[in-house]
């Protein structure tokens, strides 16, 4: 567990200063240590003050010699350990991050989740909001924590480096709030992963130089380790550099008891279904924003998404499998569907072999469906707010894969022979290379983007239309760097519409900066006039990443409270660096509350 630090500021002086200040930082002894005039003095301030506290921790990022399925590889991982360090505030606290990047690449690390208000510069998608941390470098993440519990996840956000750099971000009550449900015995972070029997960086280069699609992994892990599900080593590989451990995450458990697992999907490119065999699950929360209870026997995550469930432990004592294996979205597609386990124990269980869950077929798009539109938001929740009612930019946004250009004297295998590409309204976004975007928003630097990205497809077809999949003409997008400009406080209503060129495939879409609304979503093409007789403007579920379902659309609605660029684009990180993606930015609004403040001093330079 990672140590609640309290920093005293330097220019706290004398005693008295330090004194008090120790005392809103929750040290009691300090305070009985004093006479009690000066402890009366200070006691309404003690008990007037919020329990926020700054925590204070270090990422060393180097790489890392590991094994898994009988292989020695070398890793880039955050302080000699995958998955990384799970983080663990308070609601009101402030994280302060100092990453020093002792790996041999370019590197950020993106707080998946977090609003980030008056502290843009430590979002962290490459060229977005900064430029990279060069290897030798390091760079301080600060950044308040207000308005958010529940789990969300730190990762890189440079290339494929996140395969092995990332982590869990928890946030609980602030004292004196409690959940809004039954008080768990014990938490427990679960990170669903994926692991490629290679260097992540040079497969997804491989893929880039001929505009193909990437090499799948060879497993999916849980807390870093595949299970037992997949070949055991042979019994002589020990003769080599390592001895190698138990590849299985085992989680023990005392009867009778109840626990929130806090569910993250950390995959580059699987969406996955997750169980626990013979245990019924009760979700509770997701992507840091608490939902209505509802009853599950699996659990549905695209890369990106996290869900807080409630697991008692109320079956026979015995050893039972967790597991996950992918949803299969798009058709005729080769991916890895191997399945990941780890083991529930009971205490004292005297069975030897787990019993292992029946999971949904691999293109179980109902189940996934079902599971992704039940959830509703807890609207007694003390940080929810009610949907914006009016609407001030209305956008319809179509989205999926495509070819572009191979390039002069350039061979490429995509279809066509062109290179695979994906596109938002045929806009293929491709990043700045020699400025950030947010840095060129607050320094009015010219030439880095344009502000033509488009409400409206620029080509109106049947999108869902299969027949159409491989018309060349519509699969062909330019490369662009257009984005949408948005006033200060703007209600943004946007339509996901996926459409079936190359095949159709859910997308799951996260938008950096803000939370969203999700409206209502469907199969098909998303009909004007009836549609929006479906939406939820009462209790819609909150959440920064939604799952655009597979030859459908989804709707959603957010207030653009937030100044500055913010990424939007699909987390599947094979369609990421192909163009799936564009930017908002959010105007200043007025107010010192409401602009964008300078960016640090030790920001990183390109």
Sequence with gaps: MSPRLHIIPKSFTNLIEISYYLCIMRSTMVCLLFPVGILLVFLSLCLSTTSAAIVETSFHVKNLTTSRLCQNHVIVAVNGSLPGPTLRVQEGDTLIVHVFN????????????????????????????????????????????????????????????????????????????????????????????????????????????????????????INGWPGDLYPSCPSNINDFLFLFESETYTLQVVPGKTYLLRLINAALNGQLFFKIANHNLTVVGADAAYTNPFQTDVVVMGPGQTTDVLLTANQSPGLYYMAARPYLSAIAVTINNSTTTAILAYE????????????????????????????????????????PQTVDESMYVTMGLGISECGNNQTCGGIFGQRMSASMNNHSFVLPSTISMLEAFYRNVSGI??????????????????????????????????????????????????????????????????????????????????????????????RNTIGVPTGGWAAIRFRANNPGAWFIHCHLDVHMPWGLGTAFLVENGGTPESTLPPPPADFPRC
């Design 102 to 221: 002792e790996s041999p690449y370019n590197l950020t690390i993106h707080w998946h989740g977090v609003f980030q208000m008056r502290s843009q510069w430590a979002d962290g998608p490459e060229f977005i909001t900064q430029c990279p941390i060069r290897p030798g470098n390091n760079y301080t993440y600060r950044f308040n924590l207000t308005g958010q519990v529940g789990t969300l996840w730190w990762h890189a956000h440079t290339q494929w480096i996140r395969a092995t750099v990332y982590g869990a971000l928890v946030i609980r009550p602030r004292d004196g709030q409690k959940y809004p449900f039954v008080k768990p015995y014990r938490e427990q972070t679960i990170l669903l992963g994926e692991w490629w029997n290679a260097n992540v960086i040079d497969v997804e280069n491989a893929a880039l130089a001929t505009g193909v699609a990437p090499n799948n992994s060879d497993a999916y892990t």
């Design 348 to 387: 004292n269980a005297t069975q030897t072999t787990p019993v292992l869950p029946v999971l949904p077929a691999l293109n179980d798009t109902p189940t996934a469906f079902r599971f992704e539109s039940n959830m509703t938001a807890l609207v007694t929740s003390p940080f929810w707010s009610p949907v």
């Design 449 to 542: 983007y344009t502000t033509d990205f488009p409400d409206q497809p620029p080509v109106v077809f049947d999108y869902t239309n299969t027949t159409l999949s491989f018309n060349q003409p519509l699969m062909t997008t330019p490369k662009l760097t257009s984005v949408k400009q948005l006033k200060f406080n703007s209600t943004v209503q946007l339509v996901f519409q996926n459409t079936a060129l190359v095949g159709i495939e859910n997308h799951p879409m996260h938008l950096h900066g803000m939370n969203f609304y999700i409206l209502a979503q469907g199969f098909g093409n998303y009909d004007p006039i009836n549609d929006p007789r479906k939406f939820n403007l009462v209790n819609p579920q909150e």
